[in-house]
């Protein structure tokens, strides 16, 4: 860009110690929906990971000693003021991340501030356990702490929804933190960085450091002070977390990708689950973790469902995202769109249909966006089980829609992939939802409704979807440390 172009560019900068501070070098973040270069994120290493572990570090014992309840204001007065910008947030998400305006307002913004909401009351519900051993005179009891300095890592698809949802049980329990966002939505965590002190947010209690996986993302799993990585992402980058922190010894939560079957019998109430299940296959641009890319219709209704289903995908709209009236926004990069496209190639070349969407329906821009990422919703059919877009997270606009026969064989084939986070079932026969539902290896199973959340339960995935879960308990107990104590008396 020339300087006077450059002049216009946002430039973010790291936060540590509650004070905004300059990097040395910067990496280009773009705006999916035009193609252009509209922010620049510090290219953070070892050295700002460093201090802003130092700073969380010296942070530690003023916070880790303040009361549930002190901590609890904290954080509901931190909501309140997202909440209050909630359209400079709204848009924000939605130039930076593709996301269409309408998504970020009603879903992304919302959620970050009811996530703090959420740890702000759940925190004083907490009790810990008790026993008694009469006759050796002894009683026992547990006692939990926090941890000290949490890692966070967290993706673009839902960058300050899922940022919020590890910072907030994070300091809730009583730790300080080092997060760092995807280097490609970088800016509503900037934002809210710019709100802590307002909010009584002490200084260093949350320190944000802006940079790429391989660099920042690295120094911060590797560093011997942060004895807890909480990470959402690739099954790939899981793997290097997993390995970097083993000598370290660190506890780990992971949630990573999906593959997530839709099943559908014959007696569901397709007025229901056509729309819905449009939803969640496209929601976001299918950038969601628990989206569903593989569509498992009964027979007797198979023809039926795919008429109707790609007739309702049509109808989706997609363009500008700051167009409220736009159902799909653009895909997070040029990078990224080109791999989704190539899944929908590879489906052709081995004999697919692609029903509707990439390559069969014209892609109608406004003149702004014709450099964008954009890409219509894609229904691909006959597509065989052991096809790579029946096998892989693809994270995009794009789900494959199949035949079955029985209820033995459809839990057989959702099982058949390495995933098992979540899995949605369309049933009118309570007997049936229960029986499947059992039988899922998926973290997460919703029957006749998609998305559905209570922060209360747990969330996480089974197999290579990750490791732990959060939740009310399970997020108190992964961000605490317990410890037993017995007296004798």
Same mark, same amino acid.
């Given at each position: ?8 560019? #946002? ?6 110690? &509650? ?77 930076? *991340? ?20 959420? =740890? ?40 300050? !929804? ?39 947010? +002490?200084? &260093?209690?949350?320190?944000?450091? =802006? ?15 942060? +004895? ?18 083993? +000598? ?36 976001? *641009? ?9 569509? =498992? ?45 190539? !899944? ?10 692609? #029903? ?10 406004? +003149? ?22 029946? *096998? ?11 035949? =079955? ?35 899922? *290896?998926? &973290? ?26 959060? &939740? ?18």
């Amino acid at each position: 860009p020339t300087m006077a172009h450059s002049k216009a560019l #946002l430039v973010l900068e790291n936060f540590i110690g &509650g004070k905004f501070v300059p990097c040395s070098s910067y990496i280009d973040s773009y705006n999916p929906s035009t193609g252009d270069v509209y922010c620049r994120v510090p290219d953070s290493g070892k050295e700002e990971v460093e201090a802003a572990v130092k700073a969380a570090k010296d942070a530690f014992p003023i916070w880790s000693s303040k009361s549930p309840l002190e901590r609890s204001h904290i954080l509901n007065k931190l909501a309140d003021l997202i909440e209050h910008d909630l359209e400079a947030f709204a848009q924000a998400e939605s130039k930076d *991340q593709g996301k269409t305006i309408t998504f970020a307002r009603t879903v992304d913004i919302p959620r970050a501030v009811h996530n703090f909401r959420f =740890f702000a009351s759940s925190i004083l519900h907490h009790v810990t356990e008790c026993t008694e051993m009469p006759t050796m005179g002894c009683v026992h009891y547990t006692s939990r702490a926090p941890v000290g300095v949490a890692g966070l890592i967290s993706p673009w698809n839902l960058p300050l !929804y899922l940022l919020t949802w590890k910072i907030a049980p994070a300091i809730a329990c009583g730790n300080t933190v080092v997060a760092k966002p995807s280097e490609m939505t970088s800016v509503t965590a900037w934002m809210m960085c710019k709100l802590l002190e307002k909010a009584g947010v +002490p200084p &260093g209690v949350v320190n944000v450091v =802006f940079g790429a996986g391989a660099k920042a993302g690295e120094a911060l799993v590797c560093h011997p002070d942060v +004895p807890l990585i909480s990470f959402t992402g690739s099954t790939l980058t899981a793997w290097r977390i997993t390995e970097k922190s083993a +000598p370290h010894c660190k506890r780990l939560s992971l949630e990573l990708g999906g593959k997530n079957p839709a099943i559908i019998f014959d007696d569901a109430d397709l007025s229901q689950c056509i729309p819905t299940t449009v939803r969640s296959s496209f929601a976001n *641009q299918g950038e969601i973790c628990l989206c569903t890319s593989r569509i =498992f219709v009964q027979r007797g209704i198979y023809s039926e469902f795919l008429k109707k289903f790609v007739a309702e995908a049509k109808k989706w709209k997609t363009g500008n995202p700051s167009d409220p009236t736009m159902d799909v926004g653009a895909l997070i990069s040029k990078e990224h769109l080109e791999k989704v496209r190539n !899944y929908v190639k590879k489906a052709q070349a081995e004999g697919a249909k692609v #029903l509707c969407g990439e390559g069969v329906d014209p892609l109608v821009l406004p +003149p702004g966006n014709q450099k964008g990422y954009f890409m219509l919703p894609t229904v691909i059919a006959e597509v065989k089980d052991e096809s790579c877009c029946m *096998q892989e997270e693809i994270f995009g606009p794009v789900t494959c829609v199949v035949a =079955f026969d029985t209820e033995e064989e459809v839990i057989k084939r959702a099982n058949g992939v390495k995933y098992g986070l979540a899995a949605t079932v369309w049933s009118g026969n309570v007997g049936r939802v229960h029986r499947v539902a059992h039988r899922l *290896q998926s &973290g997460l199973v919703w029957t006749n409704c998609w998305l559905v959340r209570d922060l209360n339960l747990p969330f996480g995935g089974m197999k290579a979807s990750g490791i732990g879960r959060e &939740g009310a308990k399970d997020s108190y107990e992964f961000f605490t440390e317990v410890k037993t104590i017995t007296i004798k008396h």
